[in-house]
Structures are given as structure tokens and as C-alpha cells.
């Protein structure tokens, strides 16, 4: 059963690296998700506090990705349809790779414009809006991605310090 859970932990790990670039996956939620899959496991002692400190950074970090891009468009002079408009064009963005990995950040910002042009901003106001919506983006998108990575170098650290328990057979 150990292995079964180190696997789906790993899982978790993968797919909240994804979710970390994909609106609809709440990555740190589910990076945390498999650190917790891995502390269940019998070979590995709990260790609430671990898990504890890194849930409360994972909800924060999941409620900031709410609010940075809004505070970016607002702050740039823009309006909710810059923040709809950034989120249409990252999905434009995995849905029809066109531009290959620059796409993932030519086309939020594409969309932002268009979001805000759609909204009767001038094309000043709206390209400032735009880069305020993309710039809020790109920050909540490296947050989520940094603490995925962290929680995968803790899922690895961790499962490696307890490989011996984890895989006695190898022993």
C-alpha cells in the first residue's frame, strides 16, 4: 500500500506543477495533496507540523492567484473583462499551441487587450490594462509554480531519507 500512495503522491506532485500554468487546477492544493498521500504511507512518521505549515501556505497561495491578477489589472487601470480576457487567451494558449511555449505568454496578454478593447477602452488604456492583467498573471503563475516545485523537492528529500522503509525489498 506504501507504494500505491507514493505513486498517487507523485501524481499529485505532476499534476499540480500543471495546475500551476492551468486555470482550472488548483496546483499548490494539489501538490499538497500528494505530500500528504506520502505522510500517510506507514514507512514515513507524520509530521503534522510539515503538513500543517505547508496546507496554510497552499491555501494563501491559492487565494492570492485570485487576487494578484486583479490588483495588477486595477492597478494598471483595468477592468474585470482584462482579467477574463487573460484567462480566454491561456486557454487559446494550451488548446491551440500555435506559438509554441511563448505562446503561454503572448496570448494572455493578447487576450487581456482584447478583453479591455471589448470593454470601449481606448487602445492606450487598454494596452495598459493588458500589461497590468498579464503582469498580476505572471506573478500568481511563478508563485504557484515555485511552491509546486517546493513541495516536490520535499516530496523527493523526504522520500528518499525514508527509502529504505519505503522499499525494503532493495535493501
Do not use: H, Q, R
Not at 486595477?74 to 511563448?102: D, M, Q, Y
Not at 487576450?111 to 498579464?134: C, I, R
Request: aromatic share 16%; net charge positive.
Amino acid at each position: 500500500m506504501d507504494i500505491v500512495l507514493l505513486l498517487l503522491g507523485f501524481i499529485c506532485m505532476l499534476i499540480g506543477i500543471l495546475g500551476s500554468f492551468l486555470p482550472v487546477l488548483p496546483g499548490p492544493p494539489i501538490s499538497w495533496l500528494g505530500l500528504l498521500l506520502l505522510y500517510l504511507t506507514k514507512a514515513i512518521p507524520n509530521n503534522w507540523w510539515v503538513l500543517g505549515v505547508t496546507f496554510a501556505i497552499a491555501l494563501i497561495v491559492f487565494a492570492l492567484d485570485y487576487v494578484i491578477p486583479a490588483m495588477g489589472t486595477k492597478k494598471f487601470g483595468g477592468t474585470k473583462a482584462g482579467v477574463i480576457g487573460t484567462t480566454i487567451g491561456l486557454l487559446v494558449a494550451l488548446v491551440f499551441p500555435v506559438l509554441g511555449p511563448f505562446g503561454i505568454i503572448v496570448w494572455p496578454f493578447v487576450g487581456a487587450l482584447v478583453g479591455e478593447l471589448l470593454n470601449k477602452a481606448d487602445k492606450k488604456t487598454a494596452t495598459k490594462a493588458a500589461f497590468g492583467s498579464f503582469l498580476g498573471f505572471l506573478t500568481g503563475t511563478f508563485l504557484k509554480f515555485m511552491v509546486a516545485i517546493i513541495y516536490l523537492g520535499l516530496f523527493i528529500a523526504t522520500a528518499w531519507e525514508y527509502k529504505s522503509a519505503l522499499f525494503p525489498y532493495f535493501n
